[in-house]
């Protein structure tokens, strides 16, 4: 696991905070590599970070070193050149609501984020936007009042700018940002590696069931790694790990995303990555990949809002009945089967308020779609999911809030159909050497490839009835793998 080293002009600005040995200052941490040896987690506190810099050479170097850093040159460069970011409108709400809460009157006014933290009440989803973008330990952030308070500045904030008040809460968020300053390891065993699970404990359809999770914990603790379950509300601790497992129902415009993206920029190992994502969750981009690569997939029209399709002119193109799609849904959500015009009316008024464009796709009626889970391009799992009892889908979304989902048969590698693997293999080709779920039916002895999984199941007593604990072994092994080949 990453040990933290807290980089400082001089070590007499450390005289407010705790004793600590990670400390060191900028000039020996540049002058004397020796002194570092051994992979760290870098928290560079510079008083000065421009261009050229002792503290801007110390993030440069920390990089060209193995080292993680924040905050990393790219965001120094960013700093300096001034680059600026938009609020949305629910962010500027929240902060034009604080405003009036607090009857600021000033044209300026200033915001100071310690770790994606903040001391104001009610704005901590806007540090936390803020430090998203600017992965920096101390921001000072001003918002102009007159243009809807939108961010009209950030810089970097220095530790002898601090106030009494201030350095209290700094050494809070640094505490929280990464424990191990100043708190002794859990255990007296040091892991190789540390992992992050993100998932959502609210979420009501997760990949991974609570059981599962805690396989995933209790198999990494045999492993002598680190594994610690995290939330969205966790993005500014993303950093203190090696890698990143999402488990949690992914999508591009979600927080998902963001870990994801902020994980790889760190050049952290992270399933999903953020190409997985883009590649996977949108059925019209994942449609168009595979019939360019002549992998079956069922006959498929796009529908645009302005085009004003009818039930005929789309049932002449890809049969009738048919299955109406967003380009985005998961579990089931998004998705009409279609069998007249009111169908289509009806699904139209829905379906277009979530997309513009949607996906409508020949209706393949069949016992149970084939899900092949897939690791680093071989075959990790198979199971049968079958249809809900009295439905077409497998998930049966009730109106009453009572839903029901088919049952699930694992089986055995060996046991399934060649073709079925084959083309499961060869799809997820096309997509990454990740975690994916590939959903294929059997027509005619042919196997068509309803969609790829970037975030694929894995409960307890169902992916896993056949591998058992092997299965969470050979996915956790894999995240090891690649740190291995990273680091050497």
Known sequence: MNSVLILLDRLHDWIPYYETDSILTVSDYLKHKSLVKESRFVINLSNDYSYNSEGYYASLLAQARGHKIIPGVEILNKLEAGQGIRMDRNLQRICYQWIQKNEITDDLWYLHIFFGTCKEKGLEKIARFIFDHYPCPLLKVGFNNKQRNQIESVQSLSLNELSNEDQDYFASALDYFNKKVWRAPRSPKSSRYSLAILHNPEEKFPPSDKKALNKFLDI?????????????????????????????????????????????QNEMVVIDDPLSIIRCTNKVYLNELLEKEKIAVPISMLIFKSNHHTFEEISYQVGSPFILKIPDGSFSVGMRKITCEADLKEAFDVLFEKSAILLAQEFIPTEFDWRIGILNGEPLYACKYFMAKGHWQIYNHADNGKDRWGTVETIPIYKVPHTILKTAIKATSLIGKGLYGVDLKMVNNRAVVIEINDNPSIDHELEDAILGDELYYRILNYFVRELERKHH
Do not use: W, Y
């Open 220 to 264: 990494g603790k045999k492993m002598s790694l680190h594994v610690e379950l995290i939330t969205e509300e966790d993005i500014t601790r993303l950093m203190e790990f090696d890698a990143l497992f999402i488990r949690t129902t992914t999508a591009l415009n979600h927080f998902t995303f963001n870990f994801a993206q902020k994980a790889q």
